[in-house]
């Protein structure tokens, strides 16, 4: 059976939507950028800053748990920064994006791609003390390249890393409150 031309440029096409999506290869033009911001999502927390930043800052600047190794790779360390792989479940396969994550205790944690499914995002989460514990405030922006082609894939790309963090923040939600329950039983 013979493949149209057709067939072989939306089959080429297919492939390299799929390569960028995963994160192996990245289009980074600068021509016809395109930025959206990402969040806000803000949440309290019932446990205090530095416990919630001691959650999210662990498995980065200490030893990865054996549960998100198969979510989170550390490639390089530092005391303050470290240089990660982060895999995503995704419709195209596992993406996986590399970002530099800079820790300002306890109230800041920033996120830079490196390499990822679009040129650029920059992240933070933002901590602050309330009366009931925290305040967690997610931003970000994300960029591409492309006019409305770049628009409309930052669309997609921008859902899946919303829902990603938001999965992220449940998680580290789950785990603060659990360890400021189990210190106030303790006092």
């Known amino acids: 059976m013979k493949l149209t031309r057709s067939a072989l440029g939306a089959s080429a096409v297919i492939g390299c939507l799929t390569l960028v999506a995963r994160g192996l290869v990245v289009i980074d033009v600068h021509v016809g950028r395109r930025r959206r911001a990402l969040g806000p999502i803000e949440r309290d927390l019932a446990a205090p800053p530095e416990q919630v930043f001691d959650v999210i ?3 980065y600047l200490g030893r990865t748990p054996r549960a998100m190794r198969h979510k989170l790779e550390v490639l390089e360390r530092g005391t303050d920064m ?6 995503t479940p995704t419709r195209l396969g596992t993406t996986t994006t590399v970002e ?8 800041r944690v920033e996120f830079r791609l490196v390499r ?9 989460f933002e901590l602050s003390a309330v009366e009931s514990g925290t ?7 994300l960029s591409t390249d492309f006019w409305v082609v770049g628009q409309w ?10 829902r990603t963090v938001e999965a992220s923040i449940e998680s580290i939600a789950e785990e603060a409150e659990r360890r400021s329950a189990v210190s106030h039983r303790r006092r």
């Open 135 to 141: 305040h967690f405030t997610y931003r970000g922006e």
């Open 116 to 124: 990822g499914p679009v040129p650029e995002v920059t992240e933070t």
């Open 82 to 87: 470290v240089l990660a792989a982060h895999r």
């Open 100 to 107: 530099t994550v800079r820790f300002e205790r306890p109230s």
């Open 153 to 162: 894939w930052g669309a997609l790309v921008a859902r899946v890393w919303e």
């Open 57 to 59: 800052s662990a498995p």
